[in-house]
């Protein structure tokens, strides 16, 4: 899986800069994703580090304060990592799920178990008995062509 390097250092800048800039305002959840659209990279990492700032929930929706402290960068670095951790576990369910079993496999499998099973595949359609057993039917999905 490749990864792109953050640099985690230039992130926390970002978003204690952000931080001193706003200190003593509050800020919805859309509006604080809109003011660190430069520090995330997406709605996960967002989450991760939107549980860094406090909050108040009011109704449905949460009111965000900006930190009294700076944060730290072992903090940031934390939701990264989570956020790569995330990443890379549904990149191998991704990968499992195209190694899935092929047909001959699935075959090989029910003639080892100890029940006994009927396989059968379909091989092609017999037209004649099929017209003679349902001729209804069978005019009605004849093509014709005229002559």
């Given at each position: ?64 304060e900006m930190p009294k ?79």
């Open positions: 899986m490749p990864q792109n390097r953050v640099d985690i250092k230039e992130k926390t800048r970002l978003l204690n800069e952000f931080i001193q800039q706003n200190k003593g305002k509050t800020f919805t959840r859309t509006e604080l994703k809109d003011h660190l659209k430069c520090v995330t990279s997406g709605a996960a990492i967002f989450n991760e580090l939107a549980k860094l700032f406090p909050s108040e929930r009011i109704g449905r929706a949460s009111i965000y402290e700076p944060i730290h960068i072992s903090l940031v670095e934390r939701c990264w990592d989570k956020h790569r951790k995330t990443m890379s576990r549904n990149w191998h369910k991704r990968q499992e799920a195209k190694n899935e079993i092929t047909e001959e496999q699935a075959i090989a499998r029910l003639k080892k178990s100890s029940r006994e099973f009927v396989i059968r595949r379909v091989i092609g359609f017999d037209v004649e008995r099929f017209a003679r057993e349902q001729p209804e039917l069978y005019r009605k999905y004849c093509k014709y062509e005229y002559v």
